[in-house]
C-alpha cells in the first residue's frame, strides 16, 4: 500500500479524522474543474468477454481485505471486465493513516481467461463487496456489493440480491437522455473487532454533478445504510433523482405473462409504497408497459418510499433458482424536512428479467443551482418484513389481480363482456379487527378513459378483509386510464380519530399526477353503506378511511 497526504488533520496532541467534508471539499474542486470522462485502460482479452466468461474470474476470499485481522467485516474486490472498463480507487482509512488498496491480479483466480503480467499491470478493482457473517458465525456472507456508476446492493439475515440503490439520478426518463453520475473514489474505515457497523465514503462524479457521500452499514435481520450527501451541480438538470431506487418487474397477478409460463409472478418488486407527509399511504402496483411510462406523485415532506415485495410466500413465485421472495424491500426514511418535489416512478418496457426496468426517486419541486452545495440524508432500510413499513391503523393491499371481465349468464356460464376487471385484496390487523358485518363501502375514483360497469365490495374470510372488484370498459386502449380506490366507513363523530381522519379524508381526494398527457377530471363513486342511518335523529357520522389508497396504473 502507497500513503497518501492525510486530510483533516485536528489540534496537536488529538487523532486525526477523515470525514465527510473532506470529501466534499474534493468534490466542491471538482465541480469548479472541467469534467473529464474516464478513459478505459482494458486490454481486449478483459473489454470484449462475455458475461459467463467473466464470470470465471474468482476472487479468491483468503485473500480478502481484513482476512487476517479479528474484524468481522472483509472486503473483497470485482475485477475489471465487459462494461465494467474503469477502475475506481478504493482506500482504507485508520486512526492514523489513510492508504489505497492497490490491485493485485494474484487476488483472482482467472480460470481460461487468458491473462499474463503485460495485460494485468495497469488494471485496477471494478468494485468491491462488503462481507460479513449475517446468516453464520463461522462463514463470510457478501452484505452489500458497489460496481458500476453510483449503484449498491445491500441484503439482510436471509435475504438474496433484488433491487439496487443508487447515488444520485440525472434527467432519467427524459428524450433528452439520462445521466449516470459514478463513484470514482472509496474511502472505507477500518472497522474494530467489537463493530457492528461499517463506514464507506465516496466520490461522486458525471458530467454535470459532484457529490460526498458517507454510507453507513448496518448488517442485521434488516440491514440498513443510513446515506448522507453533499452534492454540486457543474450544470443545470432538468430532473434530480434523490435516493433513487432501481428494481425489476416482468409479470405478477396483475399484469399476467404473454406466455406461457409455470411462475404466477417474476419480479424483484411489486409496488412502490409512498408515507406522505399529510399521513397519506399510497399503493400503486408495478407494471410492464407497452411504452416508457413515468408518474409522478406529489408529496411535501415525505416520511417515506419504497419498492415493495409483499409476496412472501414460495408459492407466488415457484422458482428454485432465483427465489424472487427472498428478495428484499427497500424502504427510504427521509432524515429532516425534504420540502415540496414529486415521487417518481419510471417504467421501462422489457421482455425478460435481465433489465433494470423500474425507477423510483424523490425529485424536489425547487432544483438547485449549479456550484451551491445541497445536502440530503436519510435512512434505507432492506428488509423482506414490510410490516414495520405499513400503516399499523389502516388496512393494506395484499394483492391486485387483473382478468378479463365477465358477466354469469343464467346458465351459469360466464361470459366475457368487454370488460376488464381488477380484483383487490385489501387485508391486514386494523381490518381484522373489524367484524365482518361492518358497514364498510368502496370510495373509488376513474379516469374519463374507462366506465365503471361494476364496483363491488365483498368480505373475505380467507383474509380477514375485504375483496375490491372494478369492472371496467376502457374506452381507448392505447390511453392510459387513472384509477384510486381506498376502503371507509361512517363512524359517530365520536368515536372518530380526528387527526387520521383528518388527514386521510384530504389525502383520499388528491390523485397521482402524471406526466405521460393531461388528464381530465375524474369520477368518482362509492358504495352505498349496508345500512344508511336515518337522518333524522341519527347520531352524526364522519367519514373514516380503512385503508391505504390503491393507485392503478
Do not use: C
Amino acid at each position: 500500500m502507497a500513503s497518501v497526504a492525510l486530510l483533516g488533520l485536528m489540534s496537536a496532541g488529538q487523532l486525526w479524522a477523515f470525514n465527510l467534508d473532506d470529501v466534499a471539499a474534493k468534490a466542491k474542486d471538482l465541480a469548479g474543474q472541467k469534467y473529464e470522462a474516464p478513459k478505459s485502460n482494458l486490454p481486449a482479452v478483459f473489454r470484449d468477454m462475455k458475461f459467463a466468461d467473466y464470470q470465471k474470474i474468482h476472487f479468491l476470499q483468503e485473500k480478502a481485505e481484513w482476512a487476517q485481522d479479528k474484524t468481522p467485516f472483509k472486503l473483497s474486490f470485482y475485477h475489471q471486465g465487459m462494461h465494467f472498463d474503469t477502475p475506481v480507487k478504493i482506500n482504507e482509512v485508520t486512526a492514523t493513516k489513510v492508504e489505497e488498496i492497490k490491485y493485485d491480479p494474484s487476488r483472482f483466480e482467472f480460470g481460461d481467461v487468458p491473462h499474463d503480467p503485460e495485460t494485468t499491470k495497469n488494471l485496477g478493482y471494478a468494485g468491491f463487496r462488503v462481507l460479513y457473517p449475517i446468516n453464520k458465525a463461522d462463514k463470510q456472507d457478501e452484505i452489500m456489493t458497489l460496481l458500476g456508476a453510483s449503484y449498491f446492493r445491500v441484503v439482510g439475515k436471509g435475504h438474496v440480491y433484488g433491487l439496487s440503490a443508487r447515488g444520485l439520478a440525472i434527467d432519467t426518463a427524459l428524450p433528452s437522455g439520462e445521466e449516470f453520475p459514478r463513484f470514482t473514489e472509496f474511502w472505507v474505515e477500518k472497522p474494530k473487532p467489537t463493530d457492528k457497523h461499517l463506514v464507506i465514503y465516496a466520490l461522486l462524479d458525471s458530467p454535470r454533478s459532484t457529490g460526498a457521500y458517507k454510507l453507513i452499514l448496518r448488517p442485521g435481520s434488516d440491514t440498513v445504510v443510513d446515506v448522507q450527501s453533499r452534492v454540486f451541480l457543474r450544470e443545470q438538470v432538468s430532473r434530480l433523482g434523490i435516493a433513487p431506487l432501481t428494481s425489476m418487474f416482468l409479470f405478477g397477478p396483475n399484469q399476467p405473462s404473454k406466455v406461457l409460463n409455470y411462475r404466477p409472478a417474476l419480479h424483484d418488486s411489486e409496488g412502490l409504497s409512498i408515507h406522505a407527509g399529510n399521513g397519506e399511504w399510497i399503493w400503486r402496483p408495478l407494471n410492464n408497459p407497452k411504452h416508457l411510462a413515468v408518474s409522478n406523485f406529489s408529496v411535501e415532506n415525505p416520511r417515506g418510499f419504497g419498492l415493495m415485495q409483499r409476496q412472501r410466500a414460495f408459492s407466488d413465485f415457484e422458482d428454485l433458482d432465483d427465489n424472487y421472495q427472498k428478495r428484499p424491500s427497500a424502504w427510504i426514511e427521509p432524515k429532516g424536512d425534504w420540502g415540496k418535489g414529486t415521487v417518481d416512478l419510471v417504467e421501462i418496457p422489457t421482455a425478460d428479467e435481465t433489465n433494470d426496468n423500474i425507477v423510483a426517486f424523490w425529485s424536489p419541486e425547487k432544483l438547485p443551482e449549479p456550484g451551491k452545495p445541497f445536502e440530503y440524508a436519510y435512512r434505507l432500510h432492506w428488509t423482506i418484513n414490510e410490516a414495520p413499513f405499513q400503516a399499523a391503523d389502516l388496512g393494506s393491499v395484499k394483492q391486485t389481480l387483473r382478468s378479463t371481465g365477465d358477466v354469469k349468464q343464467s346458465n351459469l356460464i360466464r361470459q366475457p363482456d368487454g370488460s376488464v376487471a381488477f380484483l383487490v385484496d385489501f387485508a391486514g390487523p386494523a381490518l381484522a379487527a373489524l367484524p365482518e358485518d361492518t358497514a364498510v363501502r368502496s370510495q373509488i375514483s376513474v379516469g374519463d378513459n374507462a366506465e365503471v360497469v361494476e364496483n363491488n365490495l365483498r368480505y373475505n374470510p380467507e383474509t380477514k378483509g375485504w375483496r375490491l372488484t372494478l369492472r371496467l370498459k376502457v374506452k381507448e386502449a392505447n390511453k392510459s386510464t387513472e384509477m384510486r380506490a381506498a376502503l371507509v366507513r361512517d363512524v359517530p363523530v365520536e368515536a372518530a380519530k380526528p387527526a387520521a381522519e383528518a388527514k386521510q379524508e384530504k389525502a383520499a381526494a388528491k390523485h397521482a399526477k402524471h406526466d405521460k398527457t393531461a388528464k381530465a377530471p375524474a369520477t368518482e363513486a362509492e358504495q352505498p353503506a349496508a345500512d344508511a342511518a336515518s337522518t333524522n335523529g341519527a347520531p352524526a357520522t364522519t367519514e373514516q378511511v380503512l385503508t391505504e389508497n390503491w393507485s392503478y396504473p
